[in-house]
């Protein structure tokens, strides 16, 4: 199966790099050797939690003008920027709600949206456009991660998944990719298990192992359903970089069934 080797020319940009599966893509990546640069709104945050091995430039995918700046020599992109399902303190509100807000909030999800800097459409949607918008043309792949359910939001669970529309926000980003003519793949995960691992350093990231006995299992168009460890999505975000079939590709992974001794993922990828 063909594949290639990193060569030191490679700089990979981290968008969401100090999240649950951002973190665990840093250091997948600084495990095969490659250059990392995490784009960060706090550079003293991710230079600290990955030891100074990283370049760390300051910027935020919801401001456009942030971007270009972290674009220079950049050979590959992964996007593992996102937020909450439902209204909580990461979607940044510009003052902290009572509980009467948060109650509202929770009834009315478009003026939720409206009043929050970090929800879903602002994250998954037009942030990610901007990414897009912003990459080199000579970009040689885009990874996304996106999510289960994207195709299946008039289906429960996904229905009630995307109340406030993070179903709806992933999938105009996953559109903005695939039609930028740029080199993509798109992973789906099932629901996050497994961490997050919130501000752990980075020998503990190296170290991280799954705790499921499960395989992995891959998809193509949106019928797996089921878990996802966050280390199995970071290391195939890391892995399909290397295996050019998956270039142009967009597949779903869960976890399921009795996890052999070691993961091929050049079979997994031939599969989709």
Not at 178 to 205: F, Q
């Amino acid at each position: 199966m063909t594949t290639f080797e990193p060569s030191s020319e490679d700089l990979v940009l981290v968008a969401g790099g100090t999240g649950g599966v951002g973190q665990l893509v840093v250091g997948k990546l600084l495990e095969k050797g490659l250059k990392v640069r995490v784009l960060t709104r706090n550079a003293a945050k991710a230079s600290e939690m990955f030891n100074q091995r990283v370049e760390t430039v300051v910027g935020d995918i919801r401001q456009p003008a942030t971007l270009p700046a972290a674009m220079q020599n950049v050979t590959h992109i992964i996007s593992c920027a996102g937020t909450t399902a439902f209204p909580s303190k990461k979607w940044e509100f510009d003052q902290s709600p009572n509980l009467i807000e948060w109650i509202s909030a929770f009834l009315n999800p478009k003026s939720s949206q409206a009043k929050a800097k970090n929800s879903p459409a602002n994250l998954d949607a037009e942030g990610v456009s901007n990414l897009v918008a912003a990459a080199p043309q000579n970009l040689q792949r885009f990874v996304f991660v996106s999510s289960c359910g994207i195709l299946r939001k008039d289906q429960l669970p996904w229905s009630i998944l995307n109340t406030y529309g993070v179903l709806d926000a992933k999938q105009k980003g996953e559109e903005a990719i695939a039609t930028s003519g740029l080199p993509y793949t798109i992973i789906r995960p099932g629901r996050l298990i497994d961490g997050p691992y919130t501000s752990y350093d980075l020998n503990t990231l190296l170290r991280a192992k799954t705790n499921g006995k499960y395989d992995v299992v891959l998809g193509i168009g949106d019928t797996l359903s089921g878990d996802a460890s966050r280390i199995d999505v970071a290391t195939a975000c890391v892995e399909c970089i290397f295996h050019p079939n998956t270039s142009g590709k967009t597949f779903e992974i869960v976890n399921k069934g009795s996890r052999p001794p070691m993961i091929d993922w050049g079979i997994l990828f031939a599969q989709v």
